[in-house]
């Protein structure tokens, strides 16, 4: 008779200190200010809804059909690179736990000694050599790590985020090692739209003011409309600038393999800073390193101390299944049938020790054969 109790495994995320919120089991991560996220979507949404409406019917009858197609690819590609990035893990890093974490105050004082009363504590780093370059480790005091290479402390997350590039509130999430490339391509496919969009407004209102004039096509358009082309054009044209500027800036710093953290502090800029360790000085080199390597898996899966399935098995003698001549305990499996006993028995009172079968075919818990034969041996 066994009992068995199993625990269920409980995933790091559930137990993430952080100023995040998870749904789907885990699977979708965002910040709690995802009010911006929102306003995001609906901007997306609202402003290809009205091209969809009124710009694609009349380009489609009088240009080509094609438009309106290319134009709802491109929006499924933005709206997809945008969930992506928003619902992802950016790279977040697990904070230490209290044995690890303990375990580390302890190799700092041992390393720094006894600090005087009074005195200032040195800084808690440590030193990695990167392509024949020192780069520092710094300590976190809130996750109780010394955090890897390019990795650092999002503040409104509150997380160590790995590779961290900003903190991006338009998309509702951290940007780092796991989602810059999604990102990137949200910018990029999105500055394609808006010009895409702005630029077919332009021939419409063209193409109408062909054959009904230019002042004649804005006093109608309000009319005809529920919200005039001419405010539609001007959320276009401002989107238009501010989305290709920052698709620009992001587009430089992937050709020199940098982060947006590591710009604003000047890292790797300056008389008395290094060059850039994780650069390949090419720019093909870096770009395909950001945007065509591998995908990192996330580290809040299970948590390894926790995710452990506690099995407890309570053992009870045989001898009401075996005679009572036999007291070896057994542990009941697929390879151990009720009529093992006397078999065994009429095997090593026939046969010579050697002619047992090989233990290998018994699982390491139970060894049924050993056991009964010391005690036939001993009545022997």
Request: charged share 15%; aromatic share 12%.
């Amino acid at each position: 008779m066994s009992a068995v109790m199993i625990t269920r495994k409980v995933r790091k995320w559930e137990k993430l200190p952080g100023k995040n919120t998870f749904c789907c089991d885990g699977r979708v991560m965002m910040a709690r200010q995802k009010g911006i996220f929102y306003l995001t979507l609906f901007l997306i949404i609202g402003t290809c809804s009205l091209f969809f409406a009124f710009e694609c019917p009349y380009l489609a009858v009088h240009l080509s059909p094609a438009i309106p197609v290319f134009a709802v690819l491109l929006f499924l590609f933005v709206i997809a690179m945008l969930l992506r990035t928003s619902f992802s893990d950016p790279g977040v890093l697990p904070r230490a736990l209290p044995e690890e974490a303990n375990f580390i105050e302890m190799e700092i004082e041992a390393a720094n000694g006894n600090v005087p009363s009074g005195q200032r504590p040195p800084p808690r780093i440590r030193n990695v050599q990167i392509n024949n370059q020192i780069v520092k480790l710094k300590y976190c005091y809130t996750c109780k790590i010394f955090r890897p290479p390019r990795a650092s402390h999002c503040s409104i997350c509150d997380n160590c985020v790995d590779r961290f590039d900003h903190h991006c509130p338009w998309v509702g999430n951290c940007v780092g090692k796991r989602n810059y490339r999604y990102f990137y391509l949200f910018t990029l496919t999105l500055s394609l739209l808006t010009i895409y969009i702005f630029a077919f407004n332009i021939v419409h209102v063209v193409m109408r003011s062909v054959d009904q004039g230019f002042l004649n096509t804005l006093k109608e358009t309000p009319g005809t409309y529920p919200l005039n082309m001419n405010t539609f054009l001007l959320v276009c044209f401002f989107t238009l600038w501010s989305m290709v500027g920052l698709t620009g800036f992001h587009t430089y710093l992937i050709s020199l393999n940098q982060t947006t953290n590591e710009d604003i502090k000047g890292s790797w800029s300056g008389k008395n800073r290094g060059q850039n360790p994780y650069s390949h000085k090419n720019i093909i080199k870096n770009c395909c390193e950001v945007l065509c390597g591998p995908t990192y898996p996330s580290k809040m899966c299970y948590h390894d101390d926790l995710g452990v399935i506690c099995f407890s098995l309570f053992l009870t003698s045989f001898s009401a299944c075996f005679p009572q001549k036999t007291t070896a305990p057994l542990i009941p499996n697929e390879h151990t049938p009720d009529d093992v006993k006397p078999s065994i028995a009429a095997e090593k009172s026939s046969g010579p020790k050697d002619d047992q079968p090989p233990a290998a075919k018994l699982p390491p818990l139970a060894s049924p054969e050993t056991d009964a034969e010391t005690s036939i041996a001993k009545n022997q």
